[in-house]
T-cell receptor, first 115, second 114 residues
Framework: AQKITQTQPGMFVQEKEAVTLDCTYDTSDQSYGLFWYKQPSSGEMIFLIYQGSYDEQNATEGRYSLNFQKARKSANLVISASQLGDSAMYFCAMRERENFNKFYFGSGTKLNVKP | DSGVTQTPKHLITATGQRVTLRCSPRSGDLSVYWYQQSLDQGLQFLIQ???????AKGNILERFSAQQFPDLHSELNLSSLELGDSALYFCASSPRQSSYNEQFFGPGTRLTVL
């Protein structure tokens, strides 16, 4: 089974609107971390936000927030007030405590922000 | 700037050749990871080192090898190159081995095999 599933290959959003990028994960570990990365067209991978499995509050970093629903095993990224510079690929990733040597990445979602 | 450096930034070579990609982790980070990202593909985990020792292997071909040196920099060696090896190769580092530590990625090396 896939460890990380991102079901939206591509998304469009109007500038200044909010957008949610979906991510579901599969693990039997009780302790794990969830991460989102952004990859602009220039190619670099930029860390955006982190959520620990034991964190009770949803993580927030500026315009990024993570909608963590543990029972559903989902960790959706919410970008508020989209900007043209948000156009990029977004990857969801997970690291488990039992096998912390591996990061599992989803296939990514390509976000296009329209002016 | 993540603090992870990779050289070279671009590499163009021919089939059958051998190349070495170099990575210097962030200061203090002991873990180094290598990933391959082919065109329009996600990241494929190749291999991970922690403080000089190999700790995890992913989808790494036998033609590929890596090592981490005492100064913690790492090299990924790709030999008998094929056209399909053309990809963006990322190195990432992480301070410790814990599920709570994110990885910081280098800028990548874009390999083109002609």
């Amino acid at each position: 089974a896939q460890k990380i599933t991102q079901t939206q290959p591509g998304m469009f959003v109007q500038e200044k609107e909010a957008v949610t990028l979906d991510c579901t994960y599969d693990t039997s570990d009780q302790s794990y971390g969830l991460f989102w990365y952004k990859q602009p067209s220039s190619g670099e991978m930029i860390f955006l936000i982190y959520q620990g499995s034991y964190d009770e509050q949803n993580a927030t970093e500026g315009r990024y927030s993570l909608n963590f629903q543990k029972a559903r095993k989902s960790a959706n990224l919410v970008i508020s007030a989209s900007q043209l510079g948000d156009s990029a690929m977004y990857f969801c990733a997970m690291r488990e405590r039992e096998n912390f040597n591996k990061f599992y990445f989803g296939s990514g979602t390509k976000l296009n922000v329209k002016p | 700037d993540s603090g992870v450096t990779q050289t070279p930034k671009h590499l163009i070579t021919a089939t059958g050749q051998r190349v070495t990609l170099r990575c210097s982790p962030r200061s203090g980070d002991l873990s180094v990871y290598w990933y391959q990202q082919s065109l329009d593909q996600g990241l494929q985990f190749l291999i991970q080192y922690y403080n000089g020792e190999e700790r995890a292997k992913g989808n790494i071909l036998e033609r590929f090898s890596a090592q981490q040196f005492p100064d913690l920099h790492s090299e990924l060696n790709l030999s008998s190159l094929e056209l399909g090896d053309s990809a963006l190769y990322f190195c990432a580092s992480s301070p410790r081995q814990s599920s709570y530590n994110e990885q910081f990625f280098g800028p990548g090396t874009r390999l083109t095999v002609l």
